[in-house]
Protein backbone atom coordinates (compact mmCIF):
# COMPACT_ATOMS: atom_id res chain seq x y z
CA UNK A 1 0.00 0.00 0.00
CA UNK A 2 1.49 3.11 -1.37
CA UNK A 3 1.82 5.59 1.51
CA UNK A 4 3.31 9.31 1.39
CA UNK A 5 3.27 11.18 4.67
CA UNK A 6 3.88 14.99 5.41
CA UNK A 7 5.07 16.72 7.97
CA UNK A 8 6.82 19.74 8.93
CA UNK A 9 3.86 22.57 8.52
CA UNK A 10 2.83 25.19 10.88
CA UNK A 11 2.60 28.48 11.80
CA UNK A 12 5.57 31.25 10.95
CA UNK A 13 6.00 34.88 9.94
CA UNK A 14 6.20 36.74 7.25
CA UNK A 15 10.12 36.11 5.85
CA UNK A 16 10.29 33.11 8.19
CA UNK A 17 11.02 29.50 6.76
CA UNK A 18 9.85 26.31 7.02
CA UNK A 19 11.05 22.42 5.43
CA UNK A 20 8.43 20.21 4.48
CA UNK A 21 9.21 16.40 4.34
CA UNK A 22 7.26 13.84 2.54
CA UNK A 23 8.10 9.92 3.65
CA UNK A 24 7.51 7.62 0.93
CA UNK A 25 6.57 4.00 1.24
CA UNK A 26 4.69 0.90 -0.79
CA UNK A 27 6.22 0.55 -3.65
CA UNK A 28 9.30 2.06 -6.05
CA UNK A 29 9.19 5.30 -7.03
CA UNK A 30 12.38 5.11 -8.65
CA UNK A 31 10.84 6.34 -12.31
CA UNK A 32 8.19 8.67 -10.65
CA UNK A 33 8.05 12.53 -10.24
CA UNK A 34 7.59 13.78 -6.77
CA UNK A 35 5.69 16.72 -6.50
CA UNK A 36 3.82 19.08 -4.11
CA UNK A 37 1.03 21.05 -4.44
CA UNK A 38 -0.72 23.28 -2.22
CA UNK A 39 -4.24 24.67 -1.82
CA UNK A 40 -5.77 27.41 -0.35
CA UNK A 41 -8.73 27.78 1.54
CA UNK A 42 -11.36 29.04 -1.41
CA UNK A 43 -8.98 28.73 -4.14
CA UNK A 44 -8.36 25.34 -6.32
CA UNK A 45 -4.89 23.04 -5.58
CA UNK A 46 -2.01 24.22 -7.60
CA UNK A 47 0.95 22.69 -8.35
CA UNK A 48 4.31 23.60 -6.51
CA UNK A 49 7.16 22.20 -7.13
CA UNK A 50 8.70 18.56 -8.69
CA UNK A 51 11.50 16.44 -8.51
CA UNK A 52 12.16 13.08 -10.05
CA UNK A 53 13.52 10.02 -7.94
CA UNK A 54 16.58 9.56 -11.00
CA UNK A 55 18.07 12.69 -12.26
CA UNK A 56 18.53 16.47 -11.40
CA UNK A 57 15.48 18.08 -13.11
CA UNK A 58 13.35 20.56 -10.67
CA UNK A 59 10.14 22.35 -12.00
CA UNK A 60 8.80 25.10 -9.59
CA UNK A 61 5.97 27.71 -10.33
CA UNK A 62 6.83 30.92 -11.04
CA UNK A 63 5.45 31.62 -7.65
CA UNK A 64 7.46 30.31 -5.87
CA UNK A 65 11.16 30.12 -7.67
CA UNK A 66 13.55 31.34 -5.97
CA UNK A 67 12.18 31.03 -2.30
CA UNK A 68 11.48 27.29 -2.01
CA UNK A 69 14.02 24.73 -3.42
CA UNK A 70 12.97 20.65 -3.84
CA UNK A 71 14.79 17.96 -2.72
CA UNK A 72 15.32 14.34 -1.94
CA UNK A 73 16.94 12.03 -0.03
CA UNK A 74 17.03 8.50 -1.95
CA UNK A 75 18.13 6.25 0.97
CA UNK A 76 15.69 7.24 2.93
CA UNK A 77 12.76 7.67 0.15
CA UNK A 78 12.12 10.96 1.44
CA UNK A 79 11.54 14.28 -0.37
CA UNK A 80 11.90 17.60 0.94
CA UNK A 81 10.31 20.93 0.27
CA UNK A 82 12.20 24.21 1.48
CA UNK A 83 10.16 27.71 2.31
CA UNK A 84 12.30 30.54 2.69
CA UNK A 85 10.70 33.99 2.14
CA UNK A 86 7.09 33.03 3.01
CA UNK A 87 4.67 35.28 2.49
CA UNK A 88 1.06 35.20 3.95
CA UNK A 89 -0.06 34.67 0.23
CA UNK A 90 1.94 30.84 1.04
CA UNK A 91 -0.82 29.98 3.06
CA UNK A 92 -2.15 26.90 1.99
CA UNK A 93 -2.51 22.89 2.91
CA UNK A 94 0.78 21.44 1.02
CA UNK A 95 0.03 17.97 -0.35
CA UNK A 96 2.98 15.64 -1.49
CA UNK A 97 1.99 13.50 -4.73
CA UNK A 98 3.95 10.86 -6.68
CA UNK A 99 3.21 9.96 -10.33
CA UNK A 100 4.59 8.90 -13.41
CA UNK A 101 4.18 11.34 -15.81
CA UNK A 102 4.71 14.57 -13.82
CA UNK A 103 6.27 17.33 -13.67
CA UNK A 104 2.72 19.40 -12.96
CA UNK A 105 0.28 17.36 -13.54
CA UNK A 106 -1.73 13.84 -13.15
CA UNK A 107 -0.44 12.57 -10.22
CA UNK A 108 -1.29 8.97 -9.12
CA UNK A 109 -0.80 8.84 -4.66
CA UNK A 110 -1.21 11.56 -2.98
CA UNK A 111 -0.87 12.30 0.95
CA UNK A 112 -2.97 14.04 3.30
CA UNK A 113 -1.24 17.28 3.40
CA UNK A 114 0.36 19.11 6.28
CA UNK A 115 -1.00 23.04 7.25
CA UNK A 116 1.18 26.02 6.18
CA UNK A 117 0.01 29.05 8.13
CA UNK A 118 2.15 32.42 7.20
CA UNK A 119 1.27 35.55 9.35
CA UNK A 120 1.46 39.02 8.53
Known amino acids: QVQLVESGGGLVQAGGSLRLSCAAS????????MGWFRQAPGKEREFVSA????????YYATSVKGRFTISRDNPKNTVYLQMNSLKPEDTAVYYC?????????????WGQGTQVTVSS
Open 97 to 109: AAGRKGPTFEYDY
Open 26 to 33: GRTFSSYY
Open 51 to 58: IRWSGSNT
